[in-house]
Each structure stands twice: as C-alpha cells, then as structure tokens.
C-alpha cells in the first residue's frame, strides 16, 4: 500500500515543518530576550506583544481569506503565501536591530499581518491537492510534522541561545524560514487555474 501524499502536500508538510523548526527555537526563549535584552521590556509587556501578534494574524486573515477565495484559481493564493512567508521570515533578523520595547510591538504587528497571509493561502492550497480518501492521514501528517518540529526546536532553543547566542538564534530562525519559503517552489508548476474541482483520486491500492 503506498501513502497517498502528491508532491503538493510534500512540499507544503515539508515547508510547514522547517517553519515550525525555525520559529520553535526561540518561541519558548523570546520572553528572556525581551525582558532581558529589550529596553522597557518586561513579563507584563510580553504578553501585550503576543496579543499585538495573534490579535493582527487572527482579524486580519479573515479578510485575505476571503479575497482569495474570491479570485480565479491558485496564483493568487500562491503570492500571499510567499510574500507573507518573505517578510514573517525576515521579521527574526528585525529583532537583532531592536532595543526599545517599541521596536518589538512594530515587528510582531507586521509579522502579524504576514502570517495572515501565510496561513489562510497555505490551508487553501493543502486542502485542494489532498488526494481523495486520504484527507484525515494528509492533516494528520502535518500535524505531527509541526509538533515534532517545535517540540524538538524547543528543546534546543535555550540550548543554542546559551551557546550562540541571540543573534545567531535568530540568524538561524531567519535561514530556516526562508528556507520553508523559497521550497514553496517547487508547486508552481501545480497550482491550479480554475475556482473548483473535483478532488483528487487515489486509491489506497494505487501507487503514488
């Protein structure tokens, strides 16, 4: 029996996993560097900046949603995803220059509005090219891709920062992402021209 995954949903479980590896190193650290490292950065202020992201990303995505939906086929929902993945990428090398609290809010609210970008596009393109009959083992795949990526990205994260330090960290967080983002890729060629269509069959029987 061959696993029913197409080269789309590889390469956007495979771009989704080096995301979460990048950004799971410093998701359980970042609270240190702000208080630590951060003029006017505190607990309390933390906590304000991870609202400043979720608020942004989860208002704002709604809206991109939408749009693209709303438009003919995939490429626009291709170039949201890669610009919003461009810029939500680079926003790790922005935190090596910051050092007012105010610096920090600014990176979060646009990396905010990035990911609002990134995630409804992504969604819509895995969901798609999910081959029929094997949409449960499609999500759960990548699934545990990205808890297997910030689990062990976590792990590592206080480790490395002792080590390298901040600004490596986030080099580092910085090449991962882009790296999830230029693999993005590889699906140009598949992106679809049409609103809708039929899923994509492939029996459990067949070979990929």
């Known amino acids: 029996m061959k696993i029913g995954l197409n080269k789309v949903i590889k390469v956007l479980i495979t771009s989704d996993f080096l995301l979460q590896a990048g950004w799971g190193l410093i998701g359980p650290i970042f ?3 702000i208080t630590r490292h951060i003029n006017g950065g505190s607990v309390a202020v933390v906590g304000f900046i991870s609202a400043t992201y979720w608020v942004t990303k989860s208002v704002s995505q709604l809206f991109i949603g939408h749009f693209v939906d709303a438009k003919k086929g995939e490429q626009d ?28 809010f600014i990176l979060e609210f646009i990396r905010g509005l990035a990911m609002a970008c990134v995630l ?21 795949i990548d699934s545990t891709g990205i808890g297997l990526a910030f689990g062990l990205a976590a792990a590592l994260g206080g480790f490395f920062a002792t080590i390298l330090g901040f600004e490596s960290l986030f080099v580092l967080v910085a090449i991962l992402g882009l790296s999830s983002t230029f693999i993005l890729f590889l699906i140009k060629k598949n992106l679809l021209k049409k609103n809708h269509f039929p899923p994509t069959t492939l029996s459990k029987e067949e070979p990929f």
Not at 81 to 94: K, V, Y
Not at 120 to 140: D, V, Y
Request: glycine share 10%; proline share 4%; net charge neutral.
């Open 77 to 104: 929902d291709f170039k949201f995803l890669i610009g919003g993945m461009f810029i939500a990428n680079l926003i790790p090398l922005g935190y090596l220059f910051s050092t007012e609290i105010v610096h920090i």
């Open 31 to 33: 609270a240190i560097f």
């Open 120 to 140: 409804p596009c992504w969604a819509g393109i895995f969901t798609r090219h999910i081959n029929k009959g094997w949409e449960a083992f499609s999500w759960s």
